[in-house]
C-alpha cells in the first residue's frame, strides 16, 4: 500500500467524489469525518434557538419556502441575507460559512 491508498482510505468518500482544483475548494471537516454546510450550521443554529423557520423567514423579510430552500441548499443565500442571519443568531458569517468555529461575533465597528 503506497502513500496515495493510505490517504484516500481514511478519507471521507464525499472528499473523493469531488475533485479539487485549489486548497480552497477543501471543506471544512467537524470531527474530521463529517462535513458541515452553510445550510446545516444555519439549520443548527435555528433550532438551537428553538426557532421556526417561519420565524426566521418574517424577521429576514422573506417568504417561508424561501427560507426552507437556504437550509436544504436549493437555492444560494445572498451575502446580504446571510449577513442579517448572522446578526439574528449572534454570530459572524464567517462562522456561518465555516472559515472558523468561533461562534462569537466579531466586534462591531465603531
Avoid: C
Avoid at 478519507?11 to 479539487?20: D, F, G, M, W
Avoid at 462535513?35 to 433550532?47: A, D, S
Avoid at 449572534?90 to 466579531?106: A, F, Q
Amino acid at each position: 500500500m503506497n502513500g496515495a491508498d493510505v490517504f484516500t482510505k481514511h478519507v471521507p468518500s464525499i472528499l473523493r467524489e469531488y475533485p479539487l482544483k485549489s486548497i480552497r475548494d477543501i471543506p471544512l471537516l467537524h470531527n474530521y469525518w463529517e462535513v458541515i454546510t452553510v445550510y446545516e450550521r444555519i439549520r443548527n443554529m435555528r433550532e438551537d434557538m428553538d426557532m421556526t423557520q417561519s420565524q426566521i423567514a418574517e424577521h429576514l423579510n422573506i417568504h417561508q419556502t424561501t427560507y426552507s430552500d437556504y437550509e436544504i441548499g436549493k437555492l444560494n443565500i445572498p451575502v446580504q441575507v446571510l449577513g442579517k442571519i448572522a446578526d439574528l443568531f449572534g454570530t459572524s458569517i464567517d462562522y456561518l460559512v465555516n472559515r472558523t468555529d468561533v461562534k462569537k461575533p466579531y466586534p462591531r465597528r465603531k
